[in-house]
């Protein structure tokens, strides 16, 4: 997967890699063409690169959220389509009820043990191309209520997550900013070779498994092949 | 007669459509990442540590690595190791400071409730909310580092409350100066001047 | 109703409504057997946002419980905050000063404004419209939430009150903009009711729908509006007279028909009942200290015992049961949540309804998974 | 914690004298469970009802009942025309574990020398066997007062855990009495549909028990400490010399 | 040069260039393409102004980021945004549930498209713009109207998903309730003008009064109140708000559509907005004057323009609908056709055979004609509405 790094170490400044754009103004490629890009561009030929723009460009700009609300953040999220924010200035406002249609699940919320097969069903039901936001503190790690026995400590354990915004719930403006980086996200996939997009590249699970409900606990607790954390950056010098 | 709720619906809806062209009230969108949001000072998200000085954040941080934000931080996102070392403090005092300082932002609830226990004025609540990562493991734990903003970034967020948090600190260190110079005074009288541990300026 | 299941009548059909369904208002679950699309059974299923607030709350502090919940009811924060306070101060002895019991009432006040205008607006939803109420009434919301944001830091969670108090004394710039914003809010009323209250499809469509019977509410615990519209007069704000509350002069609204018609009338004539109340207190807020100089928010130990607290909340009544063993934590943290308990007739009220006539019942009792699971 | 009601008489203001039932409601609000008391004994003669006190500045006490006659209390005081206790707001679980109370006793002990008696603390120990308790909080809408707080106790925290629902008597106990079947494993024996209701069904332990440990899912704990740390550290990768 | 007939010449043009053999085929194959452009593009066009309209009516701004993709600086006040959407339907996986009937689940997008394209064959876009002259024009038109309800039955039944089976149940019980008044409401036209041809009903609204006031049938009280019954009956036909059952957001998921994604999902909201649309075009000719311009001094825009002016103005009146009303019930929704909408079709029909049968009452019996003809409409009206709505008023509360 990805989206993650070799394990964390304590000592290391976290600055070394550019982890987040400034607030606002596009996202990580959204300017300027990196060495990287240049080459592609030269391999493909100047039609491939417009058409893989174009198409970039037609699903940035259409993003359909699946209409799915778990807890707090779910207000906030209906609150970002509301008149004062207007997720719909980015074609988004087109809250589909049936995951067939939709592109986009924003995790909005505590997701509970219970709940968690439930989320992991309608992402595999959604078609790809298919993107998650994982919005608010508990979505991401469980947040305030990850010392519950009922709550799953990040919804990144079953599926794979593109964006986590923090925020407990993030404010509609902050859901606003992840939407624009998701759309970087997608304006800077390619359609082939070894950057290609996730859903293009032929070995990316489309479905996940569907954990059951066990007599403690959820079974498996996560999906090992796709949550595999660093180890803690606590576990050399021990605090006692 | 029938029908008649149904055009004043009509007519309602016919108000703000037209509404929205010319009348601010009814045109309500503000337009984000082009207009970024009026924040008020007191809007709250996430910690931060106020450092004195811009310059060497690292060695002016106001925490003293007490611990208590992290025992009372309700959802313990809170991790701090203690230095082994002191380092002189705004007053001059030798205080430990914080080795390790981190916070995790995918669990922070921006309570405030480590504002509320600190004794030191030392972490206040940020105004930054655009912080969507693509890695929750490296991407949303803030280490100290990251944390450190400086007075004058408090300044520019909250003005008035920093304002009144310098105040207090200025008595305090005023208090605290005047008291060592008492101290200094008896001592000189006693005329068996040693240097005292707790005497020198304050770094700025 | 019609239930057989013989030749003539076809088989039933069992749909799972939710946890993720449009009207469920988050994660709620409604088991329900159809025949055709008459509901013959319906049984509600709970805890797909069961986040242990219980269990969490009796192994932190007294205070650290307090941004919990806000998180319980996220729509009304205030009014949470309050609760919790309210059992605590019940539970130490603490007494609050004028100022914060009259902050205290402004809040609780405004929350309500806001549950009830988004309530309207998501029971329009799920009544059918393309979002143009539920935005009307989302506009009114931020105004709302500017004010709690600018005051309390955070638009929906605000942990804006202590056990003895409140946190941030209003400057009177806040003081101003929330009394003009009161002095407006009628109007976005009456707007409101010209667009909706006599649409003849509204009326259709709730006017005998899910009537609910006076001592069948009493009997299964239904508190707030949706009691109010059987037409029982109970209201805690007249019955225990927390708070300030008997200083203001005010009205219950009452119903007759308990049916939907009447749950959303009342949330309309509470809110008119309300702006008379943030009215008054914007009149006669005094001056003074907003904290109980007696209360000791780090480390609070009450002593040994229990107490239970309880207020109207926009949804009914909200009550905290705390039992203290004299240690930091409460040895029992117990929220009463009325969202969970206004459900009890939900199956009463559905059978030999429609879907569309139950989708619209549960938006009309007024649920938030947050409290309903905890 | 609550201490259970004794039978010695210490506090004159809680215990229940025989008084005549008109004298007391003229001096008490007649839902104080003082005034209830002696009524619901003379109703109830087979029944065995203690007073709980609460030693907190609330001083809302509380009646146990017996299991047996719980039911029939209950429907006693919802259709008392004094009463009138139609409303059951609030019915919690409470896990009370069994714990060990270390009792001090004071003796003074004649000083063999023949001077003053000598104050000496005797402590014994004792085990106070756990159980799980419901309680119920009760108000009258028609009266408008209350609350009348009941308690019932189950035998023990393992086997003997049933207690009579009072889903029959108030309706609203319907979801609180399942909620407290699923979070504490107390059985309502006349429950009409008594399932879980907020964990899963196949959900084998009880939650909000006192006891009760979480599933191990404490693989990212960046900062940890206390409880959670001593979890997390199971999952530190082992690396010799350092956290052997 | 004409802009009136530009069109055709254009089209003559065109043919003209090929051999005569040919040419018959040539000349269909140029209209399909050309009325495929333009009401695809109406549809495309129609969606954003639907999003934007209903933004505005709900104070905000609606799509306008959209652009281009090569120019990023560019917004276009997002006008673009219908072809970023079908590029994403276009290039989205197609899932076909395991249970599904393949063949069903497959045919209903495209037969349903297919039976609401069929209408614009008769609409007469301008004077003398019509793609196909058919006698029993109307008789056509509503054939193959009421065949798009069968492909939503195709595709409720076809996914094997309960939510999408009651919404099949909903678009047949709809479908019957409502063919009866939208079929009815239109003979009082075919009565007054003795003719089932479209074209003919459009020309026969010609002439002005005082060359101001048109000679439209809405603007008679039996063609007022046809039209009002046809407005009703094509917001049900068409499943939009206040009568959207068969796909109600609220209840049914997404109705018959849960189970679509991608193409085939974008098939359905195309074949939503054409079948709109045609009724929309059969509304503007039958009780609109058609292509007439409303005033004589107007007639310098060409006949087509007009058509399309009015066309533009039925569908932001749908908008405008959606944006406020909520949905009825089923069967509140079949009582409105059986016991409101049929019976008051019933007595227009009367009306507009009063209205053929005294068209040479002059002088003072014109008025006399005119209030005749609206008692027929109004009093029932108002009856049969205090039958519908009897026991439903706003009422007035108690305090304690």
Known sequence: MSNLTPPFSPGASPQDEPRRSPAGEGGPAAGNISDSEREDLRQHGILLTSLEELYGWGRSNSIWPLQFGLACCAIEMIAAATARFDIARFGAEIFRPSPRQADLMIVSGTVTKKMAPLVVRLWNQMPEPKYCIAMGACAISGGPFKQGYNVLKGIDRLIPVDIYIPGCPPRPEALLHGLTELQAKIRAEHVSGPQAARHLQADSASEFPIPDYGAHDLEPPHNPDLFKPPASPRAEGLKN | MLGSGILKGLAVTAKNFVGSYHNPARMVTQEYPDVQPQLPANYRNFPFLVTENATDPMGTMRCVACQICEKECPPQCIYIEKSKDKKPDANGKLQLYPAVFDIDTAVCMSCQLCVEVCPFDAIKMDHVFAIAATNRFSGLLLNREELAKPNTYFHEIRPDEAAEVDGRLAAERAAAEEKAKAAAAAKATAATATKPATGGAAAP | MRAVHDEFHGDLLEVSMGPQHPSTHGVFRMVVTLDGEQIVKLKPVFGYLHRNHEKIAESTSYLSSMPYTDRLDYLCSMSNNWAYALAVEKLGGLTVPDRAQYLRVIMAELTRLVNHSCLVGFLFNDLGTSFTPLLYAFREREKILDLFESLSGSRMMCNYQRFGGCRVDPPPAWLAAASALVDNFPRFLDEYETMLTGNEIMLARTQGIGPMGAAQAINAGITGPCLRATGVDYDLRKVDAYGFYPRFNFRVPLGAHGDTYDRYMMRILEMRESVKILQQAFRELPAGPIMDPKAKLRGFRPKVGEAYGRLEGPKGELGFYLISDGSTNPWRYRVRPPSLINLTLLEELCLGRTIADAVVILGSIDIVLGEVDR | MIVPASPDPAKPDLSTPPVAENSLASALPPFSPSAILPRLLARFPAATIELVPNPGPAAEHSLLLDAAHAREIATFLRDDDMLRLDYCSNATGIDWPEKEIVDTVKKSVPDPAGGPDKVVEEKTKRIQPGYLETVYHLYSMARKHGPVILRLRTENRNDRIFLPSLTPVWKSCDFQEREIFDLYGIVFLGHPDLRRLLMWDGFKDHPMRRDYVAPDDFEWEPTPHGSVLDRAKGHYPKTEGLNS | ?400
């Open chain 5, 1 to 400: 040069m004409n802009l009136e007939t530009l069109p055709l010449q254009l089209r003559n043009a065109i043919v003209d260039l090929f051999p005569p053999a040919l040419q018959w085929f040539v000349h269909h194959l140029l209209t399909i393409t050309v009325i495929l452009t333009v009401f695809g593009l109406f549809f495309a066009f129609t969606t954003i102004a639907e999003r934007k309209l209903l933004a505005r009516l709900q104070n905000r701004l609606g799509p306008n980021r959209a652009g281009l993709p090569w120019f990023p600086k560019l917004k276009l006040w997002g006008i673009t945004q219908p072809f970023a959407d079908a590029i994403k339907a276009i290039t989205k996986e197609d899932i076909v549930p395991a249970a599904a009937d393949k063949v069903l689940h497959f045919l209903a997008p495209v037969l349903i498209v297919a039976f609401s394209l069929l209408g614009f064959a008769v609409l007469p876009f301008g004077r003398n713009l019509i793609p196909v002259e058919l006698d029993a024009a109307l008789l056509y038109f509503f054939a193959a109207g009421a065949a798009t309800e069968l492909a939503i039955f195709m595709a409720g039944w076809g996914s094997r998903n309960k939510y999408s089976l009651l919404a099949a149940m909903r678009a047949l019980a709809q479908l019957i309730s409502y063919e009866l008044p939208l079929i009815l409401s239109v003979v009082p036209v075919v009565m007054v003008c003795g003719t089932l041809s479209t074209k003919a009903i459009a020309a026969a609204q010609g002439g002005w009064t005082f060359g101001l006031l048109p000679h439209w049938h809405v603007f008679t009280p039996w063609g007022f109140a046809a039209f009002i019954i046809f407005l009703i009956a094509t917001l049900a036909e068409s499943n939009r708000s206040p009568f959207d059952l068969p796909e109600a957001e609220s209840e049914l998921i997404a109705g018959h559509l849960t189970e679509y994604s991608g193409f085939k999902y974008a098939l359905f909201f195309m074949a939503e907005y054409f079948g709109l649309t045609a009724l929309s075009g059969l509304g503007v000719t039958l009780f609109l004057g058609g292509w007439q311009a409303p005033c004589e001094f107007l007639q310098f825009i060409p006949s087509y323009l007009w058509f399309m002016i009015k066309l533009v103005g039925m569908i932001v009146f749908f908008i405008w609908v959606r944006g406020t009303l909520l949905r009825l019930r089923i069967d509140q929704l079949t009582r409105l056709s059986w016991k409101f909408l049929v019976p008051l079709a019933l007595l227009n029909l009367g009306n507009g055979a009063f209205w053929a049968l005294t068209p040479d009452w002059t002088g003072p019996l014109v008025l006399a004609r005119w209030a005749i003809s609206a008692a027929i409409v109004v009093v029932p009206f108002v009856l049969l509405g205090r039958r519908l709505t009897a026991g439903q008023a706003p009422r007035s509360y108690r305090y304690a």
